[in-house]
């Protein structure tokens, strides 16, 4: 069935004129940031509850029509394309903090909320949400597709940062998981369940985040290497050390090309870590330390970025990271690859992935959240070269082979989508009809998200 | 069915002569240390290989007989007992660690390896496995139980420490998840799935560990206190200022005195915040520098226990104080309670219970993992006397009452297992479904561990 008057009807009973099937909204909201082509749906929906969305979504489910949650569009990997059609909830509108205790370190959003908003809330508070995949996405979508980013190696990712959800069901059922406790050992684990499985087992509508107090120190710096072996080295090192870093990035000469391009930086061009310390300030001071006799012994070089415009200056390029790369080739796309490896493979999957980029004749800058053996190649692509589209699938498939020959995974972060469900089944032979069963007793109509992940 | 000549032929056919049906051994495998009712199964078999659990678990589903996981029998709510009979797979002979990887930080163990046997192995390396439930139990039992403990509020619990596992499904698949990478966002969180779900959803037999490295400096404290509401406010301010300790646990007035008399101790009498700090030496100095000034303001007293046969000893009787609690009432048994609140409500929770304790004439000592908001009472009991059973049943009940009214939950480590399944549907009244259909998919002959959790 597509959308019929009838349904029309029922939806602006709910939301009122909080829906639109303007040709420049549905194109909107049938696009992410990728390379994938517009998928747009029938209708966007703008729900303000948990109740309007659980609304709307039993009426879909009854008339049997897709329902595509959608944030702020910032998925890699089509995400949030309506391959069938169907109803998007436009989930911007759900932007309130619901509730906030400084004491517990937690706060209660709803889906809609941005990171960079909930920071601006709570920041002055002294408390911080740490998660940063970069952009600023919605707490909803972070949780949907389990981000993680550059303070993960500290902070953790999604997963660890969320202590419940409110999510409505494929038949529009309000459940919640989780709860306020810091721990809990009460039946399966819904929460992580429904968090990184991208709309397709539920609508996450609520997020009850655990919060971080700002540390009392934070010191920064960059440390430029011969080669990348010797940065990964230093990342190893201090892995092992357990030294207490909240940011570890690695960029590499192309990628440092294009910061300093763009964001008219004068970093030496080389293989470069950026760090950033938290905690207090002697811990600080004695983990920088030992961070900086590890860069020293390999052979790099180490700058402190101390005052926090310095820093704050360093962190802003290298989350625009990917539009100085995009700006290199006018005209071109980017796609970010994204695969990760335990830690001691990490040099030689970054070194092959290179040699096989020359083999290829492909241009694709590096960055990687390393603390986590996550790096992502970044391919700048003439849109109208179809041959040069077909190199990059050929070298990511290949990449990500290798990567699963060492026990690494074909997505550190940003998840299946559309976009590699072939590698879903490569990488859990086994385990992907475990996801199909799961997915049959929860959505047994495929109401949710139909066409990604499983 | 029951168990017949022909499965037990069959499952010779497997493990040779590694099965058995004498009393003593049935009635030891349907026993765990909790006040439940032993409930023997009808075979016991020890596989060695995730082939041989595989095999067996084929067997009883074809004829419909259940299996129960066996670890080493430290679970505290009846998760072990054989509800409908059937076989019993005690893992203990899966005791070979797979692989270890220094420079990863990781390791693959068989399920029946115990958390002792593997600290054993890897601290002579420099790597330590920090989740510490008390109990010497089988790595693969702490993965199935979600286990947690004194060190989770630095080190987190078995879900942030598990990176993939080896399962057996209902039917005999073997199905392998998560691998190796520090992070992955391909597809649904299975691993998170398994792990907690107390053998009802799989058999766990492999597990893929995250492991620390010892750490530079070790250091411990007790602190005694005139009231469980100083103690509790040093707690709060401590996790609001993000000091990096590592444990952080709260003995009453009665745990103390257990602990004494037991362990030839001579504890200040009173409440008392036992801590430990990890990390470089700067920053173990920095953080003890500063909960002893909390401490202090707190009007607390504050001790060091700098060597190491100090802090052995502290923690020796630490995680004896059940046996303690025991000893005092001789011919007693224990039954400890599991609740798990929001720090801000922990010092009004334990006043309540405590209060009650009174008014229910009530023995209970109480230990806690105050960092994480988590306190076990441990009632004991006379077993002769139903009445005192009765009034500590109703005293729990209230005490979770109290906890899911404000955000809680009714376990915070010791799972569902056979004991909690009311409270589990009254915590999460609309997610039980959720788990039901879960179970359902994944197990629709309830072969697996059943009446348990769900």
Known sequence: MGLSGQLVDEITAVVGDRWTTSADELARHGQDESWHLPLPPDLVAYPETTEEVASIVAMCHAAALPVVPFGVGTSLEGGIGAEKGGVCLDLTRMDRILRLSIDDLDVTVQAGVTREQLNADINPRGLMFPVDPGANATIGGMAATGASGTTTVRYGAMPHNVLGLTVVMADGRIVRTGGRARKTSAGYDLTRLFVGSEGTLGVITEVTLRLWP?????AAATCAFDSIDSAVDVVIAATQMALPVARMELLDEAAIEAVNAFD???????????????????????????IQALVTDAGGTFAWAVEAEDRSRLWHARHRAYWAMLAMRPGCKGWPTDVCVPISELAQAIRKAQYDLEESNLSAPLVGHVGDGNFHLCYIIDPNDADEFARAEAHYER????????????????????????????????GIDVMLAIKAAL??????????VV
């Open 264 to 290: 008219d930086m004068d970093l030496t061009v080389a293989p470069t870590l950026f760090f950033e310390f938290h905690g207090m300030t002697a811990a600080v001071d004695a983990c920088a330390d030992e």
């Open 214 to 218: 700002i540390p009392e120190a934070i």
């Open 399 to 430: 990449m990500i082979a290798r990567a699963l020959a060492v026990g690494g995974t074909c997505t550190g972060e940003h998840g299946i989508g559309a976009g590699k469900r072939d590698f879903l089944r490569r990488e859990h032979p086994e």
């Open 443 to 452: 959505d047994p109509t495929t109401t949710l998200n139909p066409g990604k």
